[in-house]
């Protein structure tokens, strides 16, 4: 679910290169430039380690500045506290309309905050072990692994010998989908559903992500919100209504009980 009004967002990517895999930035800018305008494009590392190769193509065909912070501690992270003094002088300069911030690491929660404090949007990237004091401090967030060109863990293969029990497609979508999420959207469509039950899936959609930051409907394997509901026949009703433009449809969800 794109945030209201995204095209006309201009955003500052920061991103805490410990916590990126270079081979992940690809997806990651084609999904941030579906949420805004990235006019500023910073990456922080100490760049003369050994693990910072493999970066300069990746940086390069993006242009995104590389920051260096070296590591006078160790167990201390530089790159972190650059980050956040960067970030501070750019919400001061006005020129921004929100920042994409590209770590799995709670350091960056307070940060989070206080740009949302002072009305930024505030977009979160990182991996699915990202603490959750983070990922609520954002006005969305964003798995890696759900983006274009991540990598993907290796699944095991099945013996061919055993046999997987058959399943009807919305239970295999109840099983896939958790009680949990189901309920986060019943509650939603029933605080914003019409006298006959009725919502527009566009505000369902952006009410959920007001409520859960980390919602998207490609974590469970869907490509947008509006499959993931008609998967799950036995709960939601789908009502595609013409509009004024020609070849788009509004949709409107509903729960089966009412």
């Known amino acids: 679910m794109p945030l209201s009004n995204s095209k006309d967002l201009k955003l500052a990517v920061l991103i805490d290169a410990d916590n990126v895999p270079y081979s992940n930035v690809k997806g990651m800018m084609e999904e941030i430039a579906k ?16 693990n910072a190769n493999g970066w300069k193509g990746v940086l390069l065909e993006h242009a995104i500045t590389p920051i260096q912070q070296y590591s006078y501690t160790v167990g201390k992270n530089s790159s972190d506290s650059a980050l956040i003094i960067d970030a501070m ?23 989070a905050i206080r740009l949302r404090e002072s009305g930024m949007k505030v ?28 990598i993907q863990k290796k699944k095991t293969k099945v013996a061919a010998d055993v046999k997987k029990p058959v399943e009807k497609p919305a239970e295999k979508a109840l ?11 019943e509650d939603t469509i029933t605080d914003i ?10 505000d ?31 709960i939601f009703e789908i009502d ?19």
């Open 35 to 50: 949420l805004g305008t990235p006019t500023t494009k910073r990456i922080y590392a100490d760049w003369t380690k050994p």
């Open 89 to 111: 002088d750019l919400l001061y300069s006005g020129k921004l309309d929100g920042f994409c911030i590209v770590s799995s690491d709670s350091d960056f929660t307070r940060l």
């Open 123 to 150: 977009i979160g990237i990182g991996e699915k072990k990202t603490p959750n004091s983070f990922i609520v401090a954002c006005d969305r967030f964003i798995y890696i692994e759900v983006l274009d060109g991540a």
């Open 175 to 185: 099983h896939k989908v958790d009680k949990q999420t189901i309920e986060l959207i």
């Open 193 to 202: 559903e019409d006298d006959d039950g009725w919502a527009f899936l566009g």
């Open 204 to 234: 369902v959609g952006n009410l959920i992500v007001k409520k859960k930051p980390e919602f998207d409907p490609r974590n469970y394997g869907y490509s947008k919100l509006t499959p993931m509901l008609k998967s799950l026949t036995e």
């Open 240 to 258: 595609e209504r013409e509009s004024d433009k020609k070849g788009i449809k509004h949709v409107y969800v509903r729960l089966k009980f009412n």
